[in-house]
């Protein structure tokens, strides 16, 4: 495993839509686990694949650092609920804001075999999940602002 670079928000991959992953492969189980390893040495809850360069449908979320989830071709299934919580971003250190998620999501994705994945996560999870599969279609946290804040 390696630390990965992780690219802020000026990169233009990060506005991108992913692509699809097809191949389910070690080079798969690689990346995720450099990307687990880059999230944790971050100080992160979640990390998406083109933050680190990869334009590929993939990203990991732990809020606990104990709990993992690789995420491979996640699908947003069904919402329920709102919550509004201060977000922030590896790719934007430094900035901060409000933004409104769903209280509860339905997940269906992939693991690292290709195994057929289904979550039902709420909370600071359901959040992350959001937050994470938003950067697979090019959408960062600062383009669903309710109000900023900058440390």
């Known amino acids: 495993m390696s630390l990965r670079n992780i690219l802020d928000e000026h990169d233009p991959i990060l506005r991108g839509k992913c692509y699809e992953v097809t191949l389910f492969n070690d080079r798969l189980g690689m990346i995720l686990d450099d990307m687990k390893e880059t999230m944790t040495a971050a100080d992160g809850v979640g990390l998406a694949a083109p933050q680190i360069g990869i334009p590929k449908r993939i990203c990991v979320v ?3 650092g104990k709990t993992f989830y690789e995420l491979v071709n996640p699908v947003i299934v069904k919402t329920e609920g709102t919550q509004r919580g201060v977000e922030g971003c590896l790719s934007i250190p430094g900035k901060h804001g409000l ?8 997940v269906e994705a992939k693991d690292r075999t290709g195994k057929l994945c289904k ?4 909370d600071l999870t359901a ?3 959001c ?3 938003d950067h697979l279609d ?3 946290f600062v383009d669903k602002l309710i109000d900023t804040k900058k440390e």
């Open 62 to 64: 732990s809020v606990d």
């Open 99 to 106: 933004v409104e998620r769903p209280k509860t999501v339905w």
């Open 119 to 122: 979550y039902k996560v709420t």
């Open 127 to 129: 959040v992350a999940f």
């Open 131 to 133: 937050h994470e599969i």
């Open 138 to 140: 090019g959408i960062l």
